[in-house]
């Protein structure tokens, strides 16, 4: 092979990798309802992206910082949590 041949053959590869390089990149595909809002909705029904969780007590999907509000619960992620966790036909805090 002729050095000719071989610096064609070099400035060629190059010039393909550097091509290569610079082509913008599609970003990946989200699937289809991971864009359409309200689509994430859980076991329940409850739409976590709306702020929304089950709450066992209610029997309900509840937003914890109006359920917070509307039960004279303590706005902390641990009393809502017990406060869901018991059963629906348990007195209300006291």
């Not at 610096?7 to 599609?26: D, E, M, R, W, Y």
């Not at 910082?65 to 036909?89: F, R």
Request: proline share 9%.
């Amino acid at each position: 092979m002729s050095t000719r041949s071989v610096l064609f053959s070099l400035s060629a590869a190059l010039a393909v990798i550097t091509l290569t390089a610079c082509a913008p990149h599609a970003p990946p595909a989200a699937s289809t309802t991971s864009r359409i809002p309200g689509a994430d909705r859980d076991e329940h029904g409850c739409i976590g992206s709306a702020g929304y969780r089950w709450c066992g007590r209610t029997q309900r999907c509840e937003r914890p910082w109006e359920l917070a509000s509307a039960k004279g619960v303590e706005n902390t992620a641990k009393a809502i949590d017990t406060y869901c966790a018991a059963p629906a036909d348990a007195s209300p805090p006291g």
